[in-house]
């Protein structure tokens, strides 16, 4: 009982972090990664730097923002 | 056992709303309202949405989504359910349900409440789950795409038009907003004036000194923003600094045009993007903070449930409560908005059709609380405060000592040491006629914050929530601006190819200022209005705005019609036709009341006699050759918006008059079913 109640809690837990990274976008690098590790796995991984600056601003090319 | 629970939450609803109508007379809790809404929210989740996502869309979980078959690890990437919920909320929600439930308020506080629940439910929430749906199962079309595709060419220009004009409204009232809670209060402007140069170092944070470190970066930005308040209370008491933020209107208006040029030109990572992640940690803090607090100090309205407004003869705005109430509040209840970021960006993150109902239904649910929740903090004010604040000075009398008199006429005591006592109890030098709502919704959020929180930080409170707004509005305002800017580039590629290259500087610079010269007028002319330019601007953007929701909903009901499920059509139908009534009574008022206050041409012809016959003080004379000029235009574009919306409606109903008669109909092109190869609960 007290199990199920802790990972119920700890559910819930998880989500609030997904929650605030998906808000936040700040798990774009961890993405990509994840990404390029399952698809390209021969392909070079560009380091957080790197993809920091050259996909950073794709993230504001479209409608991202609402009123 | 969902019988059961279903029941059980359709009498909480039932009892909770019945509490609110039986108490009339005495001061209702907040908690009546949040326990109603929070009862009717899981009735549509758990029922109507589950519903309309299992017999009308036939979401299937087994279907492979665009974001896994085109997978590229950038824009489209199956994405965990929550992540995919948090970005699409912090899309959806900007300054919007904040506003529009501070002005509606004026009515009482029962039909915006009523309208935010039921709209959100049986509307807003609905356009953006199968707008949403509808792009997901199309590669992640945009709004304009699906409309060109689903309804022909006139319906995919009346929404790629229609998006460029309501852009240009919303930051234009968005800015308006903004001047009127700056204007001659150095705290405000100061702190507002000092997230610029915050967001800038951030930005340079993230880039240079630890690369995309973007929550450290964040954590950063939001103490320096929370610095920032207090030490604006430092400056108002320095008589060095305090002249130098202590501006007109006009000055103002002049630096936010000034600064949305410059965002718009400036490179995404030193301005927007940092901006863009403050206000999103401030937003996600603020929402929670305040549902707590609420939660703890449990406020009683003051406002009563239906006040004498009902009638039309508001301060704030003029109108009757129909059709003006449904124009007033847009965002909270239902946003056309919302469907420009449910198709194009979120569906490329949607992992399988399953997580529709949540991504869309839910994040809607969400927003539709924050304008509860911005209901009860404009209810909470005594009236006479919230109408001091809100109203102009013209509409109450012309002078503070008026204000209070007919203000005491209409039932709602107040008095001018009062309001000078709470003025100087936020820190500012006055509280009268602050339109706009950002000032009134600090007013009533400081009020709740330091009710829990303590009373002496009640002026850091004031400044912290006009600091989230103005963080809110002026992230909007460059992101606005940014995107208005690729739609002009784009459709001045068409004239001349080089003006559509987005990285052409000459290009850039043109189209940026086009895009700013254009809400930079309105914002100008709202700004010089003597009635606050918030009553009139307001129900342009909310006319617009449900323009918009008008286009989407008559795409998505002409994707129903063509499919399987065409005798679930009104799911989408009645919304529409509901949005199609309000919004052409509102119109047609807008343009051809009698009234000067409410409609355009005859506030025009009102202020051109009484310029006329020199009956205006010399002020208002001077100005006067603006406004008229500005309220014809206002109608021109409010005859425009009329129009696009049933250009669009008539040809959905040629849809669905040939699909009635049989007669082919445009296919509808849903791109093919493959199975998923996506293990259930793996990323989850």
Redesign the interface.
Known sequence: MRSAAFRRLRAIGTALGDVIRGAAGTDAYARYKEHVLRHHPHEPLLSREEFFRREFSARWEGIRRCC | MRKVLGLALAAGAAFALAGIALNRGEPINALWILAAAACIYTLGYRFYAAWIAASVLAADGTRATPAERL?????F?P??????????????????PLIGPTLAAQFGYLPGTLWILIGSVLGGCVQDMIVLFASTRRDGRTLGQMARDELGPVGGFSAIVGTLAIMVI?IAV?GLVVVNAMKHSPWATSTVFATIPIAMLVGLY??SLR??R??EA?LIGVSLLLLAVVGGGWVDHQPALRPFFDDEGTTLAGFVIGYGFLAAIL???LL??PR??LS??L??GTVVLLAVAILVMRPELKMPALTRFIDGTGPIFAGKLFPFVFITI??GAI?G??S??SS??TPKLIRTEADVRLVGYGSMLLESLVAIMAMIAAALLDPGVYFAINSPLAALGGSPDAAVATLAGWGFPVTVPQMNALASQVGEVTLFARTGGAPSLAVGMASILSGVFGSTLIAIWYHFAIMFEAVFIL??LD??T??GR?MLQDALGHVWRPLGRTSWYPSVILSSALVVAAWGYFLYVGVIDPYGGINILWPL?GIS?QMLAGIALAVVTAILLKGKSARHAWITGLPLAWLALVTTTAAWEKLFSANPKIGFFAGASDLAAKLAAGVLPPEKAAVAGKLIFNQRLDAALTAFFLFVLWAVIVDMLRIAWRRASGSPVPASPESAYERTRLVEGANA
Request: with cysteine; aromatic share 14%; hydrophobic share 50%.
């Open positions: 997978d590229n690890g950038r824009d990437v994405t965990a359910r929550w992540v995919v919920f948090g970005h699409h909320f912090a899309a959806i929600a900007g300054p919007g919303l968005l993230m880039r690369p995309g973007v929550a964040s490179p995404v990572w927007l993007a863009d992640y999103t940690f937003k996600l847009a965002c946003s908005f919302h420009l970021v194009g960006t992230t909007t992101a606005g940014r995107v690729f953007f705005n």
